[in-house]
Nanobody, 117 residues
Framework: QVQLVESGGGLVQAGGSLRLSCAASGSIFSINAMGWYRQAPGKQRELVATITINSGTSTYADSVKGRFTISRDNAKITVYLQMNSLKPEDTAVYYC??????????WGQGTQVTVSS
């Protein structure tokens, strides 16, 4: 089992910044990639960014490219999402995700990000 604990959400004005953290514990040896997804009210959960644990290769949704940066600390098995130039449309619950080939996918409990205009 893998447990994911997110932190760092909150309320911010448009144009502001937030940094989300996701700490993994448990059977972390099985994780090969981690990422952030988000779900706004009435919408489907969507990918925001992912990063591979070994090489640090990252991918981003077009809507956040140039504004968000995903990074990881392998020593702490923690993934971060630095969010700059936030927009009201970034408002959502943000979920951390860990991919574990052969074991399934783990999800965090989610953290609310609200961007006011």
């Amino acid at each position: 089992q893998v447990q994911l604990v997110e932190s760092g959400g909150g309320l911010v004005q448009a144009g502001g910044s937030l940094r989300l953290s996701c700490a993994a514990s448990g059977s972390i040896f099985s994780i090969n990639a981690m990422g952030w997804y988000r779900q706004a009210p009435g919408k489907q959960r969507e990918l925001v960014a992912t990063i591979t644990i070994n090489s640090g290769t990252s991918t981003y949704a077009d809507s956040v490219k140039g504004r968000f940066t995903i990074s990881r600390d392998n020593a702490k098995i923690t993934v971060y999402l630095q969010m700059n130039s936030l927009k009201p449309e970034d408002t959502a619950v943000y979920y951390c995700n860990a991919r574990r080939p052969g074991y399934g996918t783990a999800w965090g409990q989610g953290t609310q990000v609200t961007v006011s205009s």
